[in-house]
T-cell receptor, first 115, second 114 residues
Framework: KAGVTQTPRYLIKTRGQQVTLSCSPI?????VSWYQQTPGQGLQFLFE???????NKGNFPGRFSGRQFSNSRSEMNVSTLELGDSALYLC??????????????FGDGTRLSIL | AQSVAQPEDQVNVAEGNPLTVKCTYS??????LFWYVQYPNRGLQFLLK??????LVKGSYGFEAEFNKSQTSFHLKKPSALVSDSALYFC????????????FGRGTSLIVHP
């Protein structure tokens, strides 16, 4: 079974630009979550999508948005990039229904650098 | 609200010695507890989980974790550390019947010296 795939792996942008990151979950998984990881703040939850609907949201500004498609693939968009947005962005998938005792499966992330 | 504390930013251990990475949690109701490992430039990999039952849980790569309800702890252990175990370790908690979103600790960097 293929794992979680995130593209691209590396991205360099300048302040003010926008960026779109992509995540393909494990086949059959309907929940996709996004996290921002930085050395100072650790792992911070951005949002979760389930069956094309945002089900949970973290404490990030509206510049961070996402969506999920009918095949469960998800995209995350960040507009008006700031230097502080430089981070590793991780996507995680899980079945997302039934009991919540299933682990999340993570992709290898997209490393976003803002110049 | 749920929370996780990993009190040590870094743990150093010599190869061949036992290792412990500490985790304490706070959650309403019964907890589901997880340990993940992250190698440089990679995502988090699932190691093991506690759902119910035996307090000692065995996972991948020889790791195990001990659930202690009275101390609300879920420490990760390995009898004999390898240099290749050097990585960042995360503890996470969800409440049974609660949100599907876990709360992660800040991570502990494990360094195994040859």
């Amino acid at each position: 079974k293929a794992g979680v795939t995130q593209t691209p792996r590396y991205l360099i942008k300048t302040r003010g630009q926008q960026v779109t990151l992509s995540c393909s979950p494990i086949s059959g998984h309907r929940s996709v979550s996004w996290y921002q990881q930085t050395p100072g703040q650790g792992l911070q939850f951005l949002f979760e999508y389930f069956s094309e609907t945002q089900r949970n949201k973290g404490n990030f500004p509206g510049r961070f948005s996402g969506r999920q498609f009918s095949n469960s693939r998800s995209e995350m968009n960040v507009s008006t990039l700031e230097l502080g947005d430089s981070a590793l962005y991780l996507c995680a998938s899980s079945p997302g229904q039934g009991t919540s005792n299933q682990p999340q499966h993570f992709g290898d992330g997209t490393r976003l650098s803002i110049l | 609200a749920q929370s996780v504390a990993q009190p040590e930013d870094q743990v150093n251990v010599a190869e061949g010695n036992p290792l412990t990475v500490k985790c304490t949690y706070s959650v309403s109701g019964n907890p589901y507890l997880f340990w993940y490992v992250q190698y440089p430039n990679r995502g988090l990999q699932f190691l093991l989980k506690y759902i119910t039952g035996d307090n000692l849980v065995k996972g991948s790569y020889g790791f195990e974790a001990e659930f202690n309800k009275s101390q609300t702890s879920f420490h990760l252990k390995k009898p004999s550390a390898l240099v290749s175990d050097s990585a960042l370790y995360f503890c996470a908690v969800r409440a049974s019947g609660g949100s599907y979103i876990p709360t992660f600790g800040r991570g502990t960097s494990l360094i195994v010296h040859p």
